[in-house]
């Protein structure tokens, strides 16, 4: 659910409910028709399971490689290899970045960066896929 509200002479924000129970706010229209018409592109969005919410993006990386690798249904030693990637490449340059300053291509580039030539497939893009789900997430 979107609904618009009134914010100062001139001004508009859309406010939505978030996943996590919350409500969030986006504020900036100059009118309430634009206001509205975002608002309802938004709940389209949502029925759709389409729609990102720009807050999402806020999360460091760090904290995000942390809350994936919670999620992680591998075996042991398959979680040690995950997470000892992610502590040595993608926390010492990515870690204290934004999800959403991350681009597409800079996703690919780090995973890129830490594959081996020598290692199987999965072993080398699990970088790669750490920030793909990120990306996907903001």
């Known amino acids: 659910m979107a609904w618009t509200e009134k914010i100062g002479p001139r001004s508009w924000r859309v406010r939505y409910l978030r996943g996590d129970s919350g409500y969030g706010s986006i504020s900036g229209f100059e009118t309430k028709t634009a ?30 490689a942390a809350l994936w690798a919670d999620t992680l249904d591998v075996e042991i030693r398959t979680e040690e290899n995950y997470r000892g990637r992610i502590r040595n490449h993608i ?8 999800l959403g300053a991350i681009t597409p291509l800079a996703g690919h580039l780090v995973g890129q ?26």
Do not use: C, M, N
Not at 91 to 98: C, L
Not at 119 to 135: E, G, M
């Open 91 to 98: 926390q010492p340059r990515w870690g204290t970045i934004r």
């Open 113 to 138: 960066a830490t594959a081996s030539p020598l290692r199987h497939f999965h072993s080398r893009r699990h970088p790669d896929r750490v920030l793909h789900d990120a990306r996907r997430r903001r």
């Open 35 to 64: 206001a509205d018409a975002y608002a309802t592109q938004l709940e389209a969005d949502q029925r759709r399971g389409t729609w990102l919410d720009p807050k999402a993006g806020l999360i460091t990386t760090a904290e995000w």
